[in-house]
């Protein structure tokens, strides 16, 4: 089963635009991933957020959690042609003892256009 | 330093055959996952290795499913009388023991006949 939903499903944007991907979940969190993939293959892991903190920056990549709201924001500035992929939110649970296991949404695909 | 591997990076069965994929994590990484990505939708749990030991397989479909890490290092998933509905592309990932950030392979694409 899937925890995070993502929002929008498929989001195109010009070169130089700022891109912003949600992720809704619905049980408590140990901590919340944002991943990009390339081409349906490998993940890459950007940016984690723990369930006590609120915004968290990393170079041109914004995150906002929000657990009353039991929501997360991503937010890319700046958007290059090379930030084109598919983004998933994943959450580690907070209880329940699998906080080892990641549950990840459906994704966003981001298109960014020249 | 050398990511996850996998091989083979695409594997093409009939269906009923019997397939192994292969991982080889990160050095040093204790904790070994497996997930599985249907088309269009994101990795799915599949199975937790710390060290040899599979600590949690709540994630394997059914029993022709299984996987193993008889050193503690690499991983093998294997898939008895593959079906149709297998066909996806498993993903790989190991986690250094204390750190939160999962580091994925490339993946196999696999495709049942």
């Known amino acids: 089963s899937q925890q995070g939903e993502e929002d929008p499903q498929a989001l195109s944007i010009q070169e130089g635009e700022n891109a912003t991907m949600n992720c809704s979940y619905k049980?408590?969190?140990?901590?919340l991933q944002w991943y990009r993939q390339n081409s349906g293959r490998g993940l890459v892991h950007l940016i984690l957020i723990r369930s006590n903190e609120r915004e968290k920056h990393s170079g041109r990549l914004r995150v906002t959690l929000d657990t009353s709201k039991k929501s997360s924001s991503l937010l890319i500035t700046a958007s290059r042609a090379a930030d084109t992929a598919s983004y998933f939110c994943?959450?580690?649970?907070?209880?329940?003892?699998?906080?080892?296991?990641?549950?990840f949404g459906k994704g966003t695909l981001l298109t960014v256009n020249p | 330093g050398a990511g996850v591997s996998q091989t083979p990076s695409n594997k093409v069965t009939e269906k009923g055959k019997y397939v192994e994929l292969r991982c080889d994590p990160i050095?040093?990484?204790?904790?070994l996952y497996w997930y599985r990505q249907s088309l269009g939708q994101g990795p799915e749990f599949l199975i937790y290795?710390?060290?040899?030991?599979?600590?949690?397989d709540s994630g394997l479909p059914n029993d022709r499913f299984f996987a193993v890490r008889p050193e503690g290092s690499v991983s093998t998933l294997k898939i008895q009388r593959t079906e149709r509905g297998d066909s996806a592309v498993y993903l790989c990932?190991?986690?250094?023991?204390?750190?939160?950030?999962?580091?994925f392979g490339p993946g196999t694409r696999l495709t049942v006949l």
């Open positions: 994943a959450t580690v649970p907070g209880s329940g003892g699998s906080n080892y296991k990641l549950t």
């Open positions: 990932a190991s986690k250094l023991a204390g750190t939160d950030t999962q580091y």
């Open positions: 050095s040093g990484h204790t904790a």
């Open positions: 290795f710390q060290g040899t030991g599979a600590a949690d």
């Open positions: 049980t408590s969190i140990n901590n």
